[in-house]
Each structure stands twice: as C-alpha cells, then as structure tokens.
C-alpha cells in the first residue's frame, strides 16, 4: 500500500505539479482551499501533508492555513506537515513549528527538496517476502 499524501495549495498548478511528481510512490489527494482540505484530511488520513498557508476564504492572511495545520495535527497527531509558503517570516516560520508544523519550504522550493523531505516523512512501503 502507498503511503498517503495531501497537497494543499490554492494554485491549481502547482498542485498538478505535485500531484504528478507524486503519483508513481504515494496514494496523492489534493484540495485548494479549506473545507475541502478539512474533507479529505478526515476521509484519507493522510501520512504527509504539503500545506500552504493562504487559502481561500482568506487569501491575504495564513488564517486557512494555520487552522488546517491545527485540525490535522490534532486529529492525527503522527500525520508530518510540511508547510509550503511564500510566507516565509522567521515569525509565521516559528508560529507554524509551534503549531506542529514539521518542515517549512519557502515559495519557490526546488521539487528535488520537496521529494527529499517527503521522502523522509512518508513510512517505507513493506514488500513482505515469504
């Protein structure tokens, strides 16, 4: 079984993006704005979370982001969140680790970085051979 992977950004291309650099080794969701993140975090359970902060219905604060961050790390607490943000304040950086963040990658991020740290959040598939 793959592991599971959320991608929550309210561009639709870099979601796209995401998903299609993900697909091959992950199980990939993707939501663009808060409710439907809310949605899927609950029906999937996702092992790793991309999350940007500023979502619909608030673009011009990472309010959406922050309450996302709060819901999924309340609900699965063993979930990682790595926040994808051009809010990359040392401020909201630190407020996003408090919150339960496990990485932080600033807006533009280098895929490769982005695939590397996945990589090291997701749980390794088990091939089981008798």
């Known amino acids: 079984m793959k592991p599971r992977v959320l991608i929550v950004d309210d561009d ?44 619909p219905p608030t673009l011009d604060t990472p309010e959406a982001g922050m309450r996302i961050l709060e819901f999924i790390k309340t609900r699965f607490p063993h979930t990682k969140v790595l926040i994808v943000s051009s809010d990359a304040t040392e401020e909201m950086q630190r407020a996003c680790f408090e919150g339960g963040a496990d990485g932080f990658l600033d807006k533009p991020f280098e895929v490769e970085q982005l695939l590397s740290t996945v990589r090291g959040y997701a749980p390794q598939r088990r091939l089981d051979t008798a």
């Open 12 to 55: 639709i291309a870099i979601t796209q993006q995401l998903f299609w650099t993900l697909c091959d080794d992950y199980e990939v969701m993707t939501a663009n704005d808060m409710q439907s993140a809310l949605r899927r975090a609950t029906i999937y359970e996702p092992q790793v979370s991309i999350l940007d902060l500023h979502l």
